[in-house]
């Protein structure tokens, strides 16, 4: 799994490494990492003067933000989400916020930190630098504090301009699609996390390989397009990198291209603390929806028999979006399903309609199965009918996928019986 999602994010690099890019019709120009970067500061500098909007609907809850923010800091809002106003702020922390902008996050961060917490901007183009620079005082007057508690630093999301172990928030808004060595950015990530840290970052992801020519059309990738990763290569890379427990807590549809879906998604994840003691805690019992999952150390787990565990999984099964799942004892433990405990969703008893749904894990296990004979992989597309949308819609089963139509033209609806025995496909 490791290997293929190296590999997944190398091939990215490689690419743009040695590729044509074809920057005009014609051309055998290989662009660089360094021109991409360049490329895409530049079309950001530009849209500053010109007042260009980019990318996407973002939900922020504007009478607040209008009521410390300037409206120049606004204007240049180019997000894709609102990863600092999801409550993952916590006063009297320190949060780094990469491709700060105008500085829209970096400033509801600072809000939210409280006068006790401090906030670190990064962004490699000046004329953004300087908009968030220039407003910083006013909306430290703004929000009543005595000092600053939000600095602006130039630099690259790839070479991070910060001490290791030193943060306790990562937030990032539309961003890291921009960036043409997501894997740098990813460990670089991981070096600044203090340990029990954790990022909460919003970005454009695909549900397919982007084409090499949209990767190779350089023009495409200040529009956050070209170095979009697929949402199962964007949560391998963080794997790779060094975090656990990641997995999306929201996504919403942007854009389809030749048939590719770019949704924007707000991932979470964490650093876990090496464990140096033994817990307690030596068996892990799957209570449900799923009745199996496999999680992200490659340990598999079935519902309701006791799964013997050492005590960086017990860590790893603590974490708020997987302890739900778990009863952790020191003792076996089985869960039959008249325990309250044991839980599943079974589909209607009527006929599939296949509508061109699909769905994908969205984490934090790599796979999971339900109790109709579906096996989901992280990130990676499956086709479901419509009676497995409807299982997969109920509130335990919705937080874990992200369910997208791919039909480009309309469908007939007509209902199928997929299995002898009527079960659904
Ligand atoms: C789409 S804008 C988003 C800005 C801000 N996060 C917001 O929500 O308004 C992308 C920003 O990231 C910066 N950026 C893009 N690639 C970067 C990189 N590799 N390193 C540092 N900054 C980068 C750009 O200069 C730009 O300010």
């Not at 980019?54 to 990863?83: A, H, Q, W």
């Not at 199965?369 to 597309?381: C, E, I, Q």
Request: include cysteine; glycine fraction near 8%; charged fraction near 20%.
């Amino acid at each position: 799994m490791l290997r293929q999602s190296r590999r997944a994010v190398d091939a990215l690099l490689v690419l743009l490494v040695h590729g044509h890019m074809g920057n005009s019709p014609g051309s055998e120009e290989a662009m660089s990492i360094e021109d991409i970067a360049r490329k895409v500061s530049d079309r950001y500098a530009k849209a500053v003067k010109t007042g260009e909007q980019i990318c996407c609907p973002t939900n922020y809850d504007m009478t607040t933000m209008r009521s410390f923010i300037p409206e120049e800091v606004l204007k240049v809002s180019y997000g894709c989400g609102t990863p600092a106003g999801l409550k993952t702020v916590s006063a009297g922390e320190t949060v780094l916020d990469i491709g700060s902008g105008g500085g829209i996050d970096s400033f509801e961060a600072a809000r939210l930190v409280g006068p006790s917490g401090q906030v670190i901007g990064i962004d490699m183009t000046d004329a953004m630098l300087d908009i968030a620079r220039r407003n910083a005082p006013s909306v430290t007057a703004n929000l009543g504090y005595a000092s600053l508690n939000v600095e602006f630093r130039k630099g690259l999301a790839d070479a991070l301009p910060v001490q290791d172990n030193t943060i306790d928030l990562i937030i990032s808004n539309c961003v890291i699609n921009l960036a043409p060595d997501k894997r740098r950015v990813f460990a670089e990530m991981f070096r600044v996390t203090k340990p029990g840290g954790r990022f909460t970052i919003s970005d454009i992801a695909t549900d397919q390989t982007v084409p090499q020519y949209l990767v190779h059309d350089s023009g495409k990738w200040g529009d956050c397009l070209s170095g979009a990763l697929t949402l199962s290569e964007y949560m391998a890379g963080m794997v790779e990198a060094g975090f656990l427990g990641i997995h999306v807590i929201k996504s919403s549809p942007w854009r389809i291209i030749d048939g590719i879906q770019f949704f924007s998604i707000t991932l979470t994840g964490y650093k876990l603390f090496e464990q140096t003691t033994n817990s307690a805690v030596q068996y892990a019992t799957l209570c449900g929806p799923f009745s199996r999952v496999v999680d992200e150390r490659g340990m598999t787990y079935h519902r309701g028999i006791p799964q013997p565990i050492k005590s960086d999984s017990a860590v790893l099964l603590s974490l708020s979006s997987l302890a739900p799942h778990f009863v952790l004892s020191i003792d076996p433990l089985w869960l039959n399903r008249d325990d309250a405990r044991w839980s599943a969703v079974f589909p209607a008893e009527k006929p599939c309609v296949w509508m061109g749904h699909f769905a994908l894990l969205a984490g934090p296990f790599l796979e999971v199965a339900d109790d109709d004979y579906h096996v989901y992989s992280r990130g990676t597309p499956l086709e479901i009918c419509s009676k497995t949308l409807q299982v997969l819609e109920t509130e335990s089963y919705a937080p874990h996928f992200v369910c997208l139509n791919r039909a480009g033209q309309p469908v007939s609806g007509e209902s199928v019986s997929c299995s002898p025995d009527g079960g659904c496909c």
